[in-house]
């Protein structure tokens, strides 16, 4: 068989897969499985099919395994988001669609020669750095849990920091690619540009307290800088950095260490001031109180999981027992309802899809193109990390979304924007020279 063929059976098995969940969302809430169920699972395997179509005409030696690791990520997501609220499962269904499209369009636009984006590498990297200061412009920013993220035009809200990675990837990916010599023979002139993109990206990430995203960012500069030269020391000098940082940021940010005390001690015997209200309370029931429930609840998935559509989410009142649970915290759902075995499989989903993004970053025959599919899936990993680890406490919880998972249009378009680089990459490496 084919890698295309392949391709196609592996987006008919997720789409076999969203289905049979989708349906067993709607059999757990309504004791049926009814007619709008069953087109949901149709229209998502049209929409996969139309995107293997795509790539069919457009990047036929691509990876064949990208796609459908994508459509289960997916199928994850829709599923989940459905299971939480109905419209917001709609609403993320109309978003998928939308990254399909965008990555359909890019395949497209880029099929040629998508190394022409190295030409525009300088102005990626300004582009990076004004969205990420989009959302600390008065009139045009808004806050969400104490973090300054959304840029609201109306009708219309998006995360400008989410495609902010994309840009700083591509503009590192073109930067390093021209210098890498030069850095590794430690010519301080030459990190001149590079320190500069990422001091100023890190400055407006720390003045937004999107501190999670400062993490993805410092991480990914740290990756690529280490494919680009081989230099093992760039990567202890920049972990000595991060860790100065921290401390500086420690001592001048509450948040940041409201942050750190709430993953060291979630739980308190006695009663600590409550910021949100004012009084004495228990930290779990103010400042920790999101993350104490995330860990109950996957405490209470056990092994095997509750069943789609058995898990308790909302008090008797309806009121929402893990806030933001659709985005920051969808783990923890997946993981009572699914229980380890599912968390597991979803998690090795991830993995299966970084290996897959390493093995092209390998395989790729040019500077930019290893160091372009090398920052798309570092980025993917340590962002699965970051989010898996904060729920998990095993580092401190930061409000970043769960690739292709988590309810959110931008993450998901941006999601697909960096799985359409990753294609690129791959059909030009696999092709004969």
Known sequence: MSARGRELVGILVASVIAGVALASVAIARDAEASPAVVRYGLLFAALYVVAHV?????????????????????????????R???????????????????LCATLVLLRRDYRVLESYRYLFGVAAVALLLLPSVPGLGTSVNDARLWVD??????????????????????YLREKREAL????????????????????????????????????????????ATGRALFVAAGLGLFV????????????????????????????????VSGTMEFRQDCASYQLVRSLYSIANGGFGGTGIGGGTFTSTDGTELIPYLRTD????????????????ALLLCTMLFVVRGMRIALRA??????????????????QVF??????????????ITLPFVSYGGTSVVVNFLALAGLLLVSDRANRPR
Not at 386 to 399: A, E
Request: aromatic fraction near 10%; hydrophobic fraction near 60%.
């Open 54 to 82: 795509v790539l069919r005409r457009t990047v036929p030696a691509a990876d064949s395994a990208l796609l459908p690791l994508a459509a289960v990520l997916t199928a994850f997501g829709l599923t989940f988001n459905y």
């Open 84 to 102: 939480l609220d109905a419209d917001d499962g709609a609403r993320q269904a109309l978003w998928v669609a939308i990254g399909v499209v965008v």
């Open 153 to 174: 035009l109306g009708a219309f809200q998006f995360q400008p920091g989410e495609l902010a990675k994309i840009c700083l990837v591509v503009f590192l990916a073109g």
């Open 184 to 227: 590794a023979q430690g010519r301080l002139k030459d990190f001149g540009p590079l320190l500069a993109i990422w001091g100023a990206a890190m400055l407006v990430i720390v003045q937004t307290n999107d501190l999670g995203s400062a993490l993805l960012t410092f991480g990914i500069f740290l990756a690529m800088l280490y494919v």
């Open 244 to 275: 100065a940082g921290a401390a500086v940021l420690y001592n001048a940010l509450q948040h940041v260490q409201d942050r750190i005390t709430i993953w060291l001690q979630p739980w308190t015997d006695e009663r600590v001031f409550c910021a």
């Open 329 to 344: 915290f969808i783990y923890s759902a997946i993981a009572q309802e699914l229980g380890l075995v599912g968390a597991a």
């Open 365 to 382: 025959q040019d500077g930019f193109s290893k160091l372009l599919a090398a920052g798309l899936t570092f980025g993917f990993a340590l």
């Open 386 to 399: 970051i989010i898996v680890g904060g729920v998990l406490r095993v580092v401190p919880l930061t409000g």
